[in-house]
């Protein structure tokens, strides 16, 4: 079981490991604290103060891979700064510093249990596949309202969303 000690052990070997790929002269945020956060949808947050903070709802879980991947994510963040977001820069980091291991799909679902999702979001795309679009807190009209038009349309893999479904998680 993940135990608040874990999360700051993983912290420091992420730390290490990730200043040896990227040394922490080229950071352009420099990571000073490990926290806890009470954020529901969200698995770890970086902040431009050098704060790393990782979902409490990992304590008491087997979700070692998933707080390791979420932790070097995080890092990452420092390291290109948080103006990158998500873009193809931030990626090639997150790759370097092993934030986008495979996770056991279990871990994922201790995850999604401690955090308490209410709601799956499913994608029914015109080809008839289903696309699980992940675990939600509450139902968003962008996806509950959604009717494809003409010109006004989302796709997914250039195969265009028929309808959006909400199922009780």
């Given at each position: 079981?993940?135990?608040?000690?874990?999360?700051?052990?993983?912290?420091?070997?992420?730390?290490?490991?990730?200043?040896?790929?990227?040394?922490?002269?080229?950071?352009?945020?420099?990571?000073?604290?490990?926290?806890?956060?009470?954020?529901?949808?969200?698995?770890?947050?970086?902040?431009?103060?050098?704060?790393?903070?990782?979902?409490?709802?990992?304590?008491?879980?087997?979700?070692?891979?998933?707080?390791?991947?979420?932790?070097?994510?995080?890092?990452?963040?420092?390291?290109?700064?948080?103006?990158?977001?998500?873009?193809?820069?931030?990626?090639?980091?997150?790759?370097?510093?092993?934030?986008?291991?495979?996770?056991?799909?279990?871990?994922?679902?201790?995850?999604?249990?401690?955090?308490?999702?209410?709601?799956?979001?499913?994608?029914?795309?015109?080809?008839?596949?289903?696309v699980d679009m992940g675990r939600v807190h509450r139902r968003?009209?962008?996806?509950?309202?959604?009717?494809p038009r003409r010109r006004v349309f989302m796709t997914i893999?250039?195969?265009?969303?028929?309808?959006?479904?909400?199922?009780?998680?």
């Amino acid at each position: 079981m993940i135990t608040l000690e874990t999360i700051e052990d993983e912290y420091q070997k992420a730390l290490d490991e990730c200043g040896g790929v990227i040394p922490f002269d080229k950071w352009s945020i420099r990571a000073k604290a490990i926290k806890l956060t009470r954020h529901k949808t969200k698995y770890g947050i970086a902040t431009s103060r050098g704060e790393v903070f990782v979902s409490q709802a990992f304590i008491n879980t087997t979700a070692i891979n998933k707080l390791r991947n979420t932790l070097r994510h995080e890092l990452a963040h420092l390291a290109v700064g948080l103006a990158h977001g998500h873009n193809r820069i931030f990626k090639q980091c997150a790759r370097d510093f092993g934030a986008m291991n495979a996770v056991d799909p279990a871990e994922i679902q201790a995850m999604d249990k401690a955090i308490g999702y209410k709601w799956q979001l499913l994608a029914h795309l015109v080809n008839g596949h289903t696309v699980d679009m992940g675990r939600v807190h509450r139902r968003h009209k962008k996806y509950a309202a959604y009717i494809p038009r003409r010109r006004v349309f989302m796709t997914i893999k250039d195969v265009v969303v028929q309808r959006f479904e909400y199922v009780a998680a």
